[in-house]
């Protein structure tokens, strides 16, 4: 089976700090992804990944940046915390490159206050 | 651009009842097309997908969706509720061809009333 691993599920944070998350997958998926979800408004996408060290903004990318260092590991930033930014915020990986089909993990919950 | 229309952010149903959750999209090319579900405190797994195969997929806990172009649907449905169906369920669209950009719906909560 796929894992998908976020680092943490439950962070509280204050504003302007800088906080990471990280999502480690171990099928060796060349496309990750950082989604956040809100209710209301489902899930949208923040930043992309196709390969190690390239990545492309997703539709809603302010506030935020991605590093990819290795295959395996795709980690967001946010560099300056604000509260807007609580979130539950979900990691995926693509199965196969190209069709659309996720694996997900389990989300971080992120409190911004 | 591609979008997804779930119609219905809240669906009951009893127990042993039809399950249908609605899902309309638009694309300019043929699309993928998904349903994912999440249950309380998880991340989403996907259910089933479409892929210009079948028009009439088959997905795991008895759920399946049925691709209409004419009516750019793809909507979900399952002959009979089970409590263990309570979840949020996601539709979504990916077009075809270059890096996919998967496109989801705002969720619809099913609720299961025994």
């Known amino acids: 089976d796929v894992k998908v691993t976020q680092s943490s599920r439950y962070l509280v944070k204050r504003t302007g700090e800088k906080v990471f998350l990280e999502c480690v997958q171990d099928?060796?998926?060349?496309?990750m992804f950082w989604y956040r979800q809100d209710p209301g408004l489902g899930l949208r996408l923040i930043y992309f990944s196709y390969d190690v060290k390239m990545k492309e903004k997703g539709d809603i990318p302010e506030g935020y940046s991605v590093s990819r260092e290795k295959k395996e590991r795709f980690s967001l930033i946010l560099e300056s915390a604000s509260t807007n930014q609580t979130s539950m915020y979900l990691c995926?990986?693509?199965?196969?490159?190209?069709?659309?089909?996720?694996?997900f993990g389990e989300g971080s919950r992120l409190t911004v206050l | 651009a591609q979008s997804v229309t779930q119609l219905g952010s809240h669906v009951s149903v009893s127990e042993g009842a039809l399950v249908l959750l609605r899902c309309n999209y638009s694309?300019?090319?043929?699309?993928?097309l998904f349903w994912y579900v999440q249950y309380p405190n998880q991340g989403l797994q996907l259910l089933l997908k479409y892929t210009s195969a079948a028009t009439l997929v088959k997905g795991i806990n008895g759920f399946e969706a049925e691709f209409k172009k004419s009516e750019t649907s793809f909507h979900l449905t399952k002959p009979s509720a089970h409590m263990s169906d309570a979840a949020e369920y996601f539709c979504?669209?990916?077009?075809?061809?270059?890096?996919?950009?998967?496109?989801f719906g705002i969720g619809t909560k099913l609720q299961v009333i025994p």
């Open positions: 694309s300019s090319v043929p699309p993928y």
């Open positions: 979504a669209v990916s077009e075809v061809g270059g890096y996919q950009k998967v496109t």
């Open positions: 995926a990986s693509e199965g196969q490159p190209n069709t659309g089909e996720l694996f």
């Open positions: 099928m060796d998926h060349e496309n």
